[in-house]
């Protein structure tokens, strides 16, 4: 068994070294070659990797982020490999009640991104929506998806957009968490079934997260 396993990642691998490696940040999806490799090539995504921590009184949120690189993406005949950052969290409200935890999730080895509650999407510009008036010109901000453990809804969706600033010594992470669908009421994998999920945990609105 360990010979098999052993054979599948050197195949796999060797599948990967033979094609071309590729920007993430600059090549469109269309014009990703079958088991290219989209890498993070100016390291954008380790800036985030971590513990962020926000709290508000009884109010407290705990995001971590880590890099997976050259996860398997779009399987299929258009499969292609690239470097995705995944996110987990705690959530409790403000009267002190859990309401979501999904950190041991983080560190299990989810073969798609999808499986885990944020993952990103791409870069974002200060021209890009959502707009951030308070944003220097030339930052660049991560867009990331964003998901709740039992969300059942076909279509309720969040963006979770993030930057990092460095305000007296401190490193901060500054979110805007912003809704991206509305429940619709049908289930996934059977959109003839009701779903019984109809708002994320989290409220949306800037967070302002402090590293760990």
Excluded at 186 to 201: L, M, N, Q, T, Y
Aim: proline share 5%.
């Amino acid at each position: 068994m360990k010979k098999i396993a052993i054979l599948i990642i050197v195949l796999t691998l060797s599948c990967v070294s033979s094609s071309q490696v590729l920007n993430l940040d600059t090549t469109l999806p269309s014009d990703v070659p079958l088991n290219s490799y989209l890498k993070d090539i100016e390291n954008f995504q380790n800036q985030f990797e971590g513990t962020w921590i926000y709290q508000n009184g009884q109010e407290y949120l705990e995001v971590r982020f880590v890099k997976k690189e050259m996860m398997l993406s779009n399987p299929g005949p258009n499969q292609y490999y690239e470097d995705i950052l995944v996110g987990e969290y705690k959530y409790i409200d403000s009267n002190g009640f859990e309401k979501v935890n999904s950190l041991n999730s983080l560190y299990q080895n989810h073969t798609s991104a999808l499986d885990y509650n944020l993952y990103s999407i791409t870069k974002l510009s200060v021209l890009n929506a959502p707009l951030c008036p308070d944003c220097p010109i030339g930052i660049e901000r991560m867009y990331m998806f964003f998901n709740e453990p039992g969300n059942d809804d076909f279509l309720l969706s969040a963006k979770f957009v993030m930057r990092i600033v460095v305000e007296n010594g401190i490193q901060k992470l500054k979110v805007q968490f912003i809704n991206d669908n509305n429940a619709c009421g049908r289930k996934k994998g059977d959109f003839a079934s009701p779903s019984s999920f109809r708002e994320f945990s989290l409220p949306y609105g800037d967070y302002v997260l402090i590293k760990q």
